[in-house]
């Protein structure tokens, strides 16, 4: 099976610009989260979504938006770029193990504004 | 805020057993504790997680203190491969996101 794929791997885009990133996640999986990292720190949590659903919002302004597509995958935008946008973003989606449930993650977006 | 402690880096010769702890005292308890790496260049790996009872899987051992204020992920045989940032999280049992804190930096030395 494909794991979660991301697109596209590298991105650079000017300050003020608008960015789209994709993920696809595992076949079956129903719920996709998004989260950032900056440079030397732990991922950051976005935006998550079930089922097409909003189901969760980390503390990032409104220039960050998201969607799930009928198939699952799903979209994040990010609008009027600043510089400390730069980061790695990465996309999840989850499964239940049994005991819980885990989170299958993609290589990531890496976005550099400049 | 992330709700975990753990050391900011460990060292490990290759092909010894490695413990990296992780306290966690106001662990509630519907929190399940995962563990993730990161590789470099890479997205976090699920590693293994649990709630109460130690667990095993292929990559790893989690044992679990009975007070559940602490836990530790063993490496039996850590290998150059295992060099990365490991995270340790509390999560409710629901679908909930993941709050990631800065990890332990493991290295291992040839």
């Known amino acids: 099976d494909a794991g979660v794929t991301q697109s596209p791997t590298h991105l650079i885009k000017t300050r003020g610009q608008h960015v789209t990133l994709r993920c696809s996640p595992i076949?079956?999986?129903?719920?996709v989260s998004w989260y950032q990292q900056v440079l030397g720190q732990g991922p950051q949590f976005i935006f998550q979504y079930y089922e097409k659903e909003e189901r969760g919002r980390g503390n990032f302004p409104d220039r960050f938006s998201a969607r799930q597509f009928p198939n699952y995958s799903s979209e994040l935008n990010v609008n009027a770029l600043l510089l400390g946008d730069s980061a790695l973003y990465l996309c999840?989606?989850?499964?239940?193990?049994?005991?819980?449930?885990?989170?299958?993650f993609g290589s990531g977006t890496r976005l550099t504004v400049v | 805020d992330a709700k975990t402690t753990q050391p900011n880096s460990m060292e490990s010769n290759e092909e010894e057993p490695v413990h990296l702890p992780c306290n966690h005292s106001t662990i509630s308890g519907t929190d399940y504790i995962h563990w993730y790496r990161q590789l470099p260049s890479q997205g976090p790996e699920y590693v293994i997680h649990?709630?109460?009872s130690n667990v095993n899987n292929r990559m790893a051992s989690l044992a679990i203190a009975e007070d559940r204020k602490s836990s530790t992920l063993i490496l039996h045989r850590a290998t150059l491969r295992d060099a990365a940032v490991y995270y340790c999280i509390l999560s409710e049992k629901g679908n909930t996101p993941l709050v990631f804190g800065k990890g332990t930096r493991l290295s291992v030395i040839a």
């Open positions: 076949s079956g999986h129903k719920s």
């Open positions: 999840a989606s989850s499964f239940w193990s049994g005991i819980g449930y885990g989170y299958t």
């Open positions: 649990g709630l109460t």
